[in-house]
Structure formats: structure tokens, C-alpha cells
């Protein structure tokens, strides 16, 4: 298997994934801000700048079931450590296609740069947009590789109403060039994982980002 992080993604949207042969693919990171792992079915891709002699030397040195290594805390400890990234959680990794016409939520964008969740969203993604809805926020940015990404807030007031199934769908009516739109969910997060299934969003692997560290001095970390 051959290609850019880009390529991979583009490809597992359409529903065309690495060979599930228990292999692991390394490629150049698309950018400086992203690295990390993918794990599909039976094959992982590892974005690096690193050397891939040391990805797969780290991966046939661990003790366990080399279809899990690539996200096995132990090599992902040790990726954090050779980096000095940062890592927050594993996600599972969805994805839906663009939707026509309007979203079926009344939104309205939301202009102000200094906005908390506009100021988070931007430190991940970039052209970030914001839109808010009566107990809720939308928010699409481009993410690794510069695929369009969307991530939903839903006050817990506003929650057990289907708000943010409504916006994970409004996300494919608004992204630009028609799409797709990904989306990533903490395994854990069951009430987001069950929202943007319902929405469409189709599971295709597991993702694990490692951001740069930040480079103001004066940021806390």
C-alpha cells in the first residue's frame, strides 16, 4: 500500500481500506501540527516524521497481539516520549458524505474569533467555523491532512431531545466542497458514538492524534 495520509483517508471514505494482512504502513506526516495512528481493520498507518525503522523496531519489541500494538499504550507512550507531542484519548474514527440543501437546525454563525470553543477548535484545526443552536454549538474546521472535520456540544439541558444527532447532521449540509465530513468519538462517549451514527456518520477505524507542542512560552500547558 502506497500513498499520503490524505490519500488513505480519502480512499477509507469511499470505503477502500489497507489490506487486512496484520501489517503496518508509516507515511510522512501531512503537516507539522499532525501525527498520529490509524488502526482499520487488521492494518494501521502510523503518520510520522519519524524514522520507520524505529516505528516497526518498537512495534516487534512489545508483548502483545501485534494486530493491537499500534495502539497499545506501550508504543504509543513511546511515540509521546520520542515526539514530545501531546496525546489526549484514542477516538473511534467516523465519517459521513456531504448532504444537500439547508441543515434542518436554525443556526447562526458565530463571528468572534475569541469565543471559548472557536479559540479550542482553532488550536486543532484550522478555517474554523461556528455555528450555534437553541442548546447547542457546531463546529467544522479542517483537521489532519486538511480533511473537513465537525465536532457538537449539546448543553445537558438541551440533551435527550435528539439536538445532537440534528447537529451532527446539520454538519453535512454545511460543509464546504461537498464533503465528506469526519468525525471522531471517545469510545466511551456512548450518547456521542449512538448521535452521529444516527446522523450517518459511518465507523471506519480507530484514531490516536499526537498534537505539536505549543510554542508560546508564556501558554499554559
Not at 143 to 150: Q, S
Not at 151 to 167: F, K, N, S, T
Not at 189 to 214: C, D, H, K, M, T
Request: aromatic share 4%; net charge negative.
Amino acid at each position: 500500500m502506497a500513498g499520503t495520509v490524505r490519500d488513505i483517508l480519502d480512499a477509507a471514505a469511499r470505503g477502500v481500506f489497507p489490506p487486512p494482512d496484520g501489517g503496518t504502513t508509516v507515511v510522512p506526516q501531512a503537516d507539522h501540527r499532525d501525527a498520529g495512528v490509524l488502526s482499520f481493520t487488521a492494518h494501521s498507518v502510523v503518520f510520522t516524521d519519524e524514522d520507520p525503522e524505529w516505528v516497526h523496531e518498537t512495534l516487534r519489541g512489545l508483548d502483545c497481539d501485534p494486530l493491537a500494538a499500534t495502539m497499545n499504550p506501550r508504543f504509543l507512550g513511546a511515540l509521546l516520549e520520542r515526539t514530545g507531542r501531546r496525546h489526549d484519548t484514542t477516538d473511534l474514527l467516523t465519517v459521513a458524505p456531504a448532504l444537500p440543501g439547508g441543515p434542518p437546525l436554525a443556526l447562526k454563525e458565530i463571528a468572534d474569533p475569541e469565543h471559548p470553543r472557536v479559540a479550542r477548535a482553532r488550536s486543532r484545526r484550522d478555517d474554523v467555523r461556528m455555528w450555534a443552536a437553541d442548546g447547542g454549538v457546531l463546529v467544522l474546521g479542517r483537521g489532519v491532512a486538511g480533511r473537513w472535520e465537525t465536532a457538537v456540544e449539546v448543553d445537558e439541558e438541551a440533551r435527550h431531545r435528539g439536538l445532537g444527532r440534528l447537529l451532527a447532521v446539520s454538519a453535512r449540509h454545511l460543509v464546504p466542497g461537498g464533503g465528506p465530513v469526519w468525525a471522531q468519538q471517545s469510545p466511551g462517549n456512548a450518547r456521542s458514538v449512538r448521535a452521529f451514527q444516527a446522523a450517518g456518520y459511518r465507523p471506519v477505524g480507530a484514531e490516536a492524534l499526537f498534537i505539536a507542542p505549543r510554542h508560546d512560552p508564556n501558554e499554559r500547558p
